[in-house]
């Protein structure tokens, strides 16, 4: 519980429409200065090899259940490992606050340099936190990369400028350089219906560094009677203008509710414009799947009513294509007609049935150097055989044509190679992604398990070769092998891109 904000960061009010949301755990980063969504890496120590981020939402820390903790693993030429990691809470030297059972450290995770200094930094939700006498505000601390990593050192506090009970700010993070003229990447944020935008001032009316509003108008995406709840966010260059763009994703509330829309921003010369709602979400990734310069738009719609349309029992992909096309300041992004997938189109690995939630989290990158992005899908509900909720992972290719089915692959526990064995509720799958830690030009898998061993949570990692990511190369760590707490923590509940 905290009953003041840091003197180094301060809140905003640059808002979308109350109820009109977005949000989700997990969001994306890049070097700085990067747009393209194969522009991103999260290396917090500048050695030019991709780390990484793992949020353990339900850790206990200092005997608090629930306050949580994310682990940091360095990349090198032999990609990451369980040596010389580091586990960082609210209990660790320099990080504001305490940590208080519920706070959920590591709900939410974005990376991005925001300062410009070369080194990308780690913004960490903490959804659940108490700031007296307000339940459940949220609130954000920003760990700020270094030569040396990771630490609490210097590290800051965010919070909504007006507290509510319930808003749990920090719910979902983006992290992209939005519009020209700024140093380093602007950090989104949401909470249960907002979305704010900072970014970094050097001396802001000559006090010291901080974390401020990048704008105080009001943001109003979707359509009137159709508000949407944030659930994530993610970001990519969709029209090649060389600036990041945001989709805001979530579910729809009110007369047609838990149908997935997302609402698209454009970054230009002014910054973020929204430029209108698409169908599909709450899970969102971004990346070129055909190799054409624009970034690709993946939603992931899991448990959606059937409306008549591209929804279906057992969870639905969708596919938009960037282009610079036609629209506003002759720029389209992501205007084409969706393509949609499931399990049940051809090709594709297994078959759709209820509760499976194919598409609750997805991955885009390229896992075989080929130059065109694949797309890592979990399935967190999938049944394996009569094991309930066990989880599966799906991996289709990228082409020149666009998503394909040719060589789709999936597996779970019980496939070949594959470590453990197939168990009721561990959700294998409920986070997925794609990453280079030995910056070999082929993104292998991390799919992580956050029910696995009583809720205990590991995570699965497998290399990738020219064929794509392999199997036959798969280890496994959880939160205890790291040095964090294990029992309950829910490790691999949040991995950042």
Do not use: C
């Not at 991103?40 to 850790?59: I, K, M, P, Q």
């Not at 949580?68 to 809470?89: D, E, H, R």
């Not at 805001?248 to 829309?261: C, F, I, L, N, P």
């Amino acid at each position: 519980m905290r009953t003041n904000r840091s003197a180094a960061v301060v809140a905003a009010a640059f808002l979308l429409m109350a109820g009109a949301g977005i949000a989700a755990p997990s969001a994306y980063a890049g070097t700085p200065g990067g747009t393209h969504a194969n522009d991103r890496n999260t290396d917090f120590n500048g050695d030019g090899y991709e780390d990484v981020l793992t949020g353990a939402s339900g850790g206990t820390v200092g005997g608090k259940k629930g306050a949580g903790y994310v682990t940091v693993q360095y990349g090198a030429k032999t990609g990451i490992g369980t040596y010389n990691p580091v586990v960082l809470s609210q209990n660790t030297a320099g990080v504001p606050g305490a940590a208080e059972a519920g706070d959920g450290f590591g709900s939410a995770l974005a990376t991005g340099d925001l300062d410009g200094d070369g080194y990308d930094d780690a913004i960490v939700g903490l959804p659940g936190e108490d700031i007296e006498p307000v339940t459940d505000a949220g609130g954000i601390v920003v760990l700020w990369g270094s030569p040396k990593g990771l630490s609490g050192a210097d590290s800051d506090w965010l919070q909504a400028d007006q507290l509510v009970v319930g808003a749990r700010f920090g719910s979902a993070l983006a992290a992209a350089h939005f519009s020209p003229g700024i140093p380093g990447d602007q950090l989104a944020v949401t909470d249960r219906d907002n979305l704010t935008l900072y970014q970094y001032d050097a001396a802001p009316q000559g006090r010291s560094a901080q974390l401020v509003p990048a704008s105080r108008n009001r943001l109003t995406p979707g359509t009137p009677g159709r508000p949407i709840a944030p659930r994530a966010m993610t970001t990519g260059d969709y029209d090649g203008n060389g600036l990041a763009d945001l989709v805001v994703a979530g579910v729809t509330t009110r007369k047609e509710s838990g149908h997935g829309w997302s609402s698209l921003f454009l970054g230009d010369v002014q910054g973020l414009r929204y430029e209108g709602d698409l169908r599909g979400g709450p899970a969102v990734a971004s990346g070129d799947i055909n190799n054409d310069g624009y970034d690709d738009l993946v939603t992931g719609e899991p448990n959606s009513p059937d409306d008549g349309g591209a929804a279906v029992t057992g969870g639905v992909v969708g596919v938009y294509y960037g282009s610079a096309g036609d629209g506003p300041a002759g720029a389209e992004g992501p205007g084409t007609p969706p393509v949609w997938w499931t399990q049940d189109t051809p090709g594709i690995p297994g078959k759709a049935e209820a509760g499976d939630g194919w598409g609750s989290d997805l991955s885009v990158a390229d896992v075989n150097g080929d130059g065109y992005a694949d797309v890592a899908i979990g399935a967190p509900g999938e049944d394996i055989y009569d094991v309930a909720d066990a989880g599966a992972v799906w991996v289709l290719r990228g082409s020149a044509d666009g998503l394909t089915a040719a060589d789709a692959a999936s597996w779970d526990q019980n496939s070949g190679f594959v470590l453990g064995v197939a168990e009721k509720g561990d959700h294998w799958g409920g986070q997925v992604r794609l990453s280079d830690p030995d910056r070999n030009g082929r993104l292998g898998l991390l799919a992580a398990a956050p029910g696995e061993d009583g809720g205990n949570g590991v995570i699965w990692a497998f290399r990738a070769n020219t064929s794509g990511v392999t199997i036959r190369e798969g280890w496994t760590f959880d939160g205890g092998s790291l040095g964090g707490p294990a029992a309950g923590a829910a490790f691999g509940s949040a991995i950042d891109e």
